[in-house]
């Protein structure tokens, strides 16, 4: 079973629409992530969550949008796109808050065009 | 901001030989964790270092932590072809709730 899933795989749209990610975790872990890595593998935190909570928002536009509708799923919510939102996001999650190790899903590469 | 760096960006070497790579950070810690991504594919944690910790080791995997000099090192063993992937330190500051900082990777290339 996957431990971290996250859909779609890909997704390749027009900048100015809106696109949804969709992440869950079959592992029990209360803290979850999500992270954009740019064209030069660099990645950055964008929200974490714990129990529902949003516990860490970093420098985002606020045409990002997480939701959290339990601990098991944290979904990613990116309205009026940009060409400059293409990268590939990450979720992941952790037992627990406080940086633990991390369990990662396969990624999202998302094209703006 | 803090980040960890690694060192170096890039590594190719021959099946059979040993890697080294490095990773520098800034500011106190509690822990330093080590991942692996291959191409295409999400990162994979290896190996979590605590800062009272200086060696760690598992499998051919072994981490060292000197943290007056705010380094690690990750060596890899008798590399092999699926060891090829790039290689990602992250920090966990000490002060606050302040989230996993993740270096910019080294990309290692084991050639058969």
């Known amino acids: 079973d996957t431990a971290v899933s996250q859909t779609p795989k890909y997704l390749v749209t027009q900048m100015g629409n809106d696109k949804s990610i969709k992440c869950e975790q079959n592992?029990?872990?209360?803290?979850m992530y999500w992270y954009k890595q740019d064209s030069k593998k660099f990645l950055k935190i964008m929200f974490s969550?714990?129990?529902?909570?949003?516990?860490i928002n970093e420098t985002v536009p606020n045409r990002f949008s997480p939701k959290s509708p339990d601990k098991a799923h944290l979904n990613l919510h990116i309205n009026s796109l940009e060409l400059g939102d293409s990268a590939v996001y990450f979720c992941?999650?952790?037992?627990?808050?406080?940086?633990?190790?991390?369990?990662f899903g396969p990624g999202t590469r998302l094209t703006v065009t | 901001s803090q980040q960890g760096e690694e060192d170096p960006q890039a590594l190719s070497i021959q099946e059979g030989e040993n890697a080294t790579m490095n990773c520098s950070y800034k500011?106190?810690?509690?822990?330093l964790q080590w991942y692996r991504q291959n191409s295409g594919r999400g990162l994979v944690h290896l190996i979590l270092?605590?800062?009272?910790?200086r060696e760690k080791h598992s499998g051919r995997l072994r981490v060292t932590l000197d943290t007056s000099k705010k380094s690690s090192s990750l060596l890899i063993t008798a590399s092999r072809a699926a060891d090829t992937a790039s290689y990602f330190c992250?920090?966990?500051?000490?002060?606050?709730?302040?989230?996993?900082?993740f270096g910019k990777g080294t990309r290692l290339s084991v050639i058969a």
């Open positions: 500011t106190s810690i509690n822990n």
């Open positions: 992941a999650s952790s037992f627990h808050r406080g940086n633990y190790e991390q369990y």
């Open positions: 992250a920090t966990d500051p000490l002060s606050g709730n302040t989230p996993l900082v």
């Open positions: 969550y714990n129990n529902k909570e949003l516990i």
């Open positions: 270092i605590r800062s009272n910790e």
């Open positions: 592992l029990g872990h209360d803290t």
